[in-house]
Structures are given as structure tokens and as C-alpha cells.
């Protein structure tokens, strides 16, 4: 029996009807690499049922406490049953991508039973009609409560389901796990009554723990290594509202070279830093259109993992986050990306004063029974609505997958898309991927607020294509050959052809928009 931690305990209290505190993800499979070509659904129950051992995550469950005077605890549940978290549907025809998206935001919007481990998997057949999707190829749909993972640990729990070769066999070393007994109330109410005595030190440990990365802080403003900026307070716009239960999910594949090769427009620029002018990008065409743009950039929150080597398979959440403005107040893209990567580097180097870790740890102890009543309290008076909301306008989190291809039940991973949890005040959040040499940009949002999502998937597509064509036109310059001396007429023919290899080598990327369609649940 392991405590939650701060954070953990935060997503359980956030937990509402209309703000299931699950992640998850769009995986697509292709069964051309399974045994005889085709995957059965008892093949994947049976895949599951052998790799249970690895992973922590897939057998435990939550006991609150009573009157949430404590965080909860996980337990190995005892009444554990693979086939309840594991279903099976299939699209009807003619199976394309609009109603796959649609599938998922229903399934999404579903809370857990957090009576049960908090994941479920739905796998999906009968994708016959999605672009570069193979016939025959199968989509699992994926919820795990963010009590029990971030991103970082949702990637352990991929490879405990995964394997590098679609014959590998299951594990050699027997399976040890044991259920727990169910505690009683007198019993979870005796551990509470010993950490209320003990919380004080924690926090009093925690409180000198981050003194010095306060001083750093203050010392960094002084020698202005950084600096506070009203930018990093978000103007209110539409998403930033109270939601309702309802979903939408949409998404674009990209070509991940593409995504690299936008660097060459500011000297420094990270991948995370591309992602996020495009995202910038995106709201600014979606709120033109909608006559709703502020003049104030809007800004994004962006976890950073300050999980451990040695932390890698836990369970729970280990994260800090950093605000960056998303230059939504500037059209020009290459300008937009500087001004973003401007923006992130002052960002980090405060976070990093901070301590990020530190940052993470002082959640851990803050009173359980407060931060319960504090997460009730905000939706039931509607304070979203109040004009109290976040700090920032979404959330952008970089998910690195495997740049390798992955095999579940032999059936190969051909893509994936990840899902994101929304709470008042956040109505529209999203999840960056790679994946072999694919890259993912998809999104959650809150169906009132967002009703259509193929616009702004568009919206999407059409600011990585003006970022992708800025970026080739400012390496053109670079790559651009010196013709070959007019010594005499064959050698000149050849240079002519090799001019025009160069041109036609320098065509479109490879793919933009592999994945269209509505997705209104």
C-alpha cells in the first residue's frame, strides 16, 4: 500500500463528470507483421495478460480517504479483471477518419470507475477508409487516470505493453503479483491521524529545500538573467471557460524531418520551440476567424519531466511546468518562432533558478483536505466564468515516443496521438509526438467551446506549412549550386541536368496532412 503524492492527489480531487482526469492516445496498428497477418481480440488479451508483470500501473487501484482528510492510497486490487479494462467495438462503414476521431472524443469523455485500476483500453477495428491507414488495421484507444502516470511514465507503461519485435516471446521470470486486502475506514483514518502529526516537518523540509532556489531566483532578477513580464499573464479568450462533459479530438501527421528543418529560422531553436509557434499559430488563424483574438499574446503551459533515471518505471507524476507566450500577436511565422524562442529561454532560465524539482516536491505536502475543497469549490461556484482562471491560454506537452518501430500482439505501431484531460478554465489542450519519422499534433477540447475541430486541425496544418515553406526558402540561399564552367557543350548538359535533380529533390515534404475529418462526439 504506497500514499499518493501532492500532484497525484490534485488530479483525483480535480475529478468531475465534466473533468475526468485522464490521458491517453490514438495508437493505430498494422497486423501485416502479427502471425499470420491478422490480430484476434483474445490474441490481445492473451499479449496483455503476459506483460502484466511489467508494468505497476495496470493492477492497482485507489482508497480515499474518508472525508478526503488525506491523500489516497494505491492497493493491488483484489478483484482485478483484464477483460473489464480491455473492450472491443468497431467503426461502422465506411470506417474513416472523422468517425474514428468521433469514437474516441465519446470514449474520452467517459470517466473512469475509480473503484477499479484507472485505465482502460478500447480497441477499434474496421478502419477500411483512412488514408495511408493499411486494410485491416485496428486503432486502440487508450485512458489511464493522471493520478497514475505523466508522460514521461505513460512511455514506461507503452513499453511494458510493446515490444521491439512482433515475435518476441513474454517475460521468462514468473509473475509475483499478489492482491491486497481493502482497508477499512479505522484503518486508512489511523495512517491519516500519524501524517497529519509528520506533515509539519515535511513541510518545513520541503521550505528549506527551496530557500535557496528562491535566493537564486531573486538574484537571477537583480542580474537580470531573466526577467518577469506581464506577457506571461494570459489575456481570457474563449477557452477559458467553465466546460462541459463533451469532447473533441482531431489531430495532423507531419514528416518529423519537416519538423527539424524549421529551425534554420532562429539560431538555437528547439524542436519544442517549433511546436509550439505552430501551435501559436493556430489559435491566432482560429480566433481571427472567430473575430476573437486578443492583442496580447495568449500563452501555453508546458510541463518539463524532472523524473530520475531511477524513477523511470514509477508510478505518479513528476513534473514542473514552464509558461511560454505563443507570439499569437504576430502573423509572420519566422518572426513568430524568434519571438517564441525569445520567450522559452527566459522561461527555463526562471524555472531552472527556481529548481524544477523543487517546484514538484513542495506539492507533495500541501493539506489534502484543502486541496480538495479548493478543486470542488472552483467549478461549483463557476469561478471560470468569473474571469478566475488559469494563467495560460492551453497546454502544449512534448511527448518524445520511440524512434523505432514498436509491436503490440505482433501487429506494428503505425502512429500515435495523444489525449489530454481539461478542467474549467482550460478548455483546449495539446499533445506534440514523435514517432519513427512522424510527428503528431493533435488536440482535446471541450466541444461548447471548440464545436469544429476540422477547422481548427486546418488551422493547424496551414501554420506548419507557412513554417515548413519559410524555412525552405531561407535555405535555399545556402543550398543553391554554382553552375559548371562552359569548358564545352556535353559538360554543359550535364550541369543543366544536375540543376534540375537539385529542383526536383527540392519538392514538398513528404507528409502534411494524412488525417482529416470532423470530430464532434
Not at 511514465?153 to 507503452?158: A, E, F, K, R
Not at 507533495?364 to 478566475?388: D, F
Not at 531561407?474 to 562552359?486: L, S
Request: net charge positive.
Amino acid at each position: 500500500m504506497r500514499q499518493l503524492q501532492g500532484m497525484d492527489a490534485s488530479f483525483v480531487a480535480l475529478e468531475s463528470r465534466n473533468s475526468p482526469m485522464h490521458i491517453g492516445s490514438i495508437l493505430i496498428y498494422d497486423p501485416a507483421t502479427a502471425p499470420g497477418g491478422f490480430v484476434r481480440f483474445k490474441d490481445i488479451l492473451g499479449f496483455f495478460e503476459s506483460r502484466m508483470q511489467l508494468s505497476r500501473t495496470i493492477r492497482q487501484r485507489l482508497v480515499r480517504v474518508p472525508f478526503d482528510l488525506d491523500y489516497p492510497y494505491w492497493i493491488e486490487d483484489p478483484d482485478f479483471d483484464l477483460e473489464y479494462h480491455v473492450r472491443h467495438i468497431a467503426l461502422p462503414k465506411p470506417g474513416d477518419w472523422r468517425q474514428l476521431c468521433i469514437q474516441a472524443a465519446r470514449i474520452f469523455a467517459r470517466p473512469l470507475d475509480l473503484n477499479r485500476p484507472p485505465w482502460e483500453f478500447t480497441v477499434v477495428e474496421g478502419l477500411d477508409n483512412i488514408e495511408g491507414v493499411a486494410k485491416g488495421s485496428y486503432a486502440m484507444v487508450t485512458k489511464v487516470h493522471h493520478a497514475a502516470i505523466d508522460g514521461m511514465s505513460g512511455i514506461d507503461l507503452m513499453e511494458a505493453m510493446h515490444t521491439l519485435d512482433p515475435d518476441t516471446p513474454p517475460p521468462k521470470t514468473p509473475d509475483t503479483w499478489k492482491p491486497e486486502k481493502v482497508p477499512n475506514a479505522v484503518e486508512i483514518l489511523g495512517k491519516s491521524y500519524i501524517n497529519a502529526i509528520t506533515n509539519p516537518m515535511k513541510q518545513l523540509e520541503v521550505a528549506a529545500k527551496a530557500a535557496p532556489g528562491i535566493a537564486n531566483a531573486i538574484a537571477g532578477l537583480a542580474k537580470k538573467d531573466f526577467k518577469l513580464s506581464g506577457e506571461m499573464i494570459a489575456p481570457r479568450s474563449r477557452f477559458n471557460r467553465a466546460i462541459s462533459p463533451n469532447r473533441v479530438v482531431e489531430g495532423r501527421s507531419v514528416a518529423l524531418a519537416d519538423i527539424k528543418a524549421i529551425r534554420v529560422l532562429c539560431d538555437g531553436c528547439k524542436v519544442n520551440d517549433v511546436f509550439l509557434t505552430i501551435v501559436g499559430g493556430a489559435m491566432r488563424k482560429y480566433l481571427l476567424a472567430k473575430d476573437d483574438l486578443p492583442k496580447k499574446t495568449l500563452t501555453a503551459m508546458a510541463p518539463i519531466s524532472v523524473r530520475g533515471a531511477d524513477e523511470k518505471g514509477d508510478m505518479g507524476n513528476q513534473v514542473a511546468a514552464m509558461i511560454a507566450p505563443l507570439g499569437t500577436h504576430i502573423e509572420d511565422p519566422a518572426e513568430r518562432l524568434n519571438y517564441v524562442h525569445s520567450r522559452t529561454i527566459n522561461s527555463k532560465a526562471m524555472t531552472d533558478a527556481m529548481g524544477a524539482r523543487n517546484m514538484t516536491e513542495a506539492s507533495k505536502v500541501s493539506p489534502a483536505l484543502w486541496m480538495s475543497l479548493g478543486a470542488q469549490l472552483y467549478t461549483r461556484l463557476g469561478l471560470a466564468n468569473r474571469g478566475v482562471g488559469p494563467i495560460f491560454s492551453t497546454v502544449v506537452t512534448n511527448v518524445p515516443g520511440p524512434p523505432i518501430p514498436i509491436y503490440s500482439s505482433g501487429a506494428r505501431l503505425e502512429s500515435m496521438m495523444g489525449l489530454l484531460c481539461l478542467t474549467d478554465g482550460l478548455g483546449l489542450g495539446h499533445v506534440v509526438q514523435s514517432y519513427c519519422n512522424e510527428a503528431t499534433i493533435s488536440f482535446t477540447a471541450c466541444r461548447e467551446l471548440l464545436p469544429d475541430p476540422d477547422f481548427y486541425a486546418q488551422c493547424i496544418e496551414e501554420s506548419f506549412e507557412e513554417l515548413r515553406d519559410a524555412a525552405k526558402a531561407a535555405d535555399a540561399p545556402k543550398t543553391k549550386k554554382k553552375p559548371a564552367a562552359k569548358k564545352k557543350t556535353p559538360a554543359k548538359k550535364k550541369a543543366t541536368s544536375r540543376k534540375a535533380a537539385s529542383t526536383r529533390k527540392g519538392s514538398t515534404g513528404k507528409r502534411t496532412a494524412r488525417k482529416k475529418g470532423s470530430t464532434k462526439a
